[in-house]
């Protein structure tokens, strides 16, 4: 099975082990007793743990983790804000982390004089997409450990309403036939000429642009032809987002694609474009629950806010997810918008004892019985290896929509490549264009020029 697919800022958890043999004879001990105190000298793992709000459960993983191995795991927990800081005071110790996290490939950039090469570990081999991984040459350094996805959300108990509508103007039978953006625009123009029948106010929820909830937009949206320009710049097999992080520039190439999509949203809503400027991403999660619509854009985080919303109508399921289709060539081959800023590395400075030491302890997490428990379960993650079957993943409904989308065969993930974006400025000022396009009073030249100047200033500070 394969992981074919890949926030807005890194979710940074960092898993810091550090092991040591005993220390020897004290004053007056001799050979011998040193020798005894070396065998019988327990490992410890320094796990050095990033979320606060986290940290109870990795104590629990610790005191599991010992009883079932005799291995000590001693947790800290970083300060808020402060994990490069903590990490850098702590990677000088002489008991020094021996597994940290890495933000991608700009982390490793970093931190690569203290990233072992992990491509002969089983954990890289239970990775479902080995595509995700953080490379440099032939070595792997970093191997992702949670990961999110987004897309378009859709309530499929509507979908199948419309479907079975005589009037239907479409031949679309099931969503299997909406493979790329000519489909999709073709069912939802339909859709929103029948809505009444259908019981729905508009095909998509409010394009949410006021201040602060443009991020679907500027960020999510934008990543879909960003990646597709710099993975052209890459040399299609390339590293996509390391070519953003080098381009001082922008075409923005594929700007027509990004307005194919941004104007289906907004032409077929359950608001006027005239009051997007007031809608937030809450007001068109409620739309969704409520049975508003049939279709938003957003990601598998959004399941607290559809199940949170009060007179909620969807059921589990029948929240299902498609891709985000703009009209790219091959876009019928188009995954969900896959990724993760959350990479383990182990420290290459250390012993090969401590190295081993450390690598066990990660397999152990998300391949034993205990470690995939905490991981589904109180750590939350979606954890992208082979290892969890169906009823050791994530039970919300658009966690395993992800899943689902991860394990489709031949289907190629649009990689997070938003990490790339220059600054949160650069975001703000795409959405400040969108906001001035969808109420009429800029065209779309303009969106197109402004998000280019904004990208090259940005970038040129």
Known sequence: MKFKKLLAIALATTL????????????????STSTSANKSTETEIYFLNFKPEIADVYK?????????????????TAASGTYEQTLKSEIAKKDAPTIFQINGPVGYESWKDYCLDLKDTELYDHLLDKSLAVTSGDGIYGIPYAVEGYGIIYNDEIMQKYFALENKATDVESMDDINNFD???????????????????????STSMASGNAWRWETHLANIPLYYEFKDSAGGDGDALQAGLDANEIEFKYNENFKNIYDLYTDNSVSEKGVLGNKSVDDAMAEF??????????????????????????????????????????????????????????????????????????NWLFTSDTGKAYVTGDLGFIAPFDT????????????????????????????????????QNFKDTFAGALLEYVQGTQDWDYVVQTVKDSWKSEKAE
């Open 16 to 31: 810091v082990a550090s092991a040591f043999v005993g220390c020897g004879s004290k004053e007056n001990s001799d050979d």
């Open 60 to 76: 629990k993983i610790a005191e599991d983790y010992e009883a079932e191995t005799g291995v000590k795991v001693k947790v800290e």
């Open 183 to 205: 489909k999709l625009k073709e069912v939802v123009e339909d859709m929103e000429a029948n809505k009444d029948e259908l019981g729905i106010e508009g095909v998509f929820a």
């Open 289 to 362: 629950a409520l049975g508003d619509c049939a279709m938003v854009q957003n990601g598998n985080w959004a399941w607290s806010q559809i199940n949170g919303i009060d007179g909620n109508t969807v059921k589990e399921e029948n929240i299902k997810f498609m891709p985000i289709y703009t009209g790219m060539d091959g876009e019928e081959n188009q995954g969900l918008c896959i990724g993760t800023e959350n990479y383990l590395a182990i420290n290459s400075q250390v012993s090969e004892e401590k190295q081993q030491a450390s690598i066990d302890f990660i």
């Open 388 to 423: 969890f079957n169906d009823d050791e993943k994530p039970a919300d409904p658009l966690s395993k929509e992800v899943i689902n989308w991860m394990e489709k065969e031949d289907v190629e993930t649009v990689k997070w490549t938003f990490q790339a974006f220059p600054s």
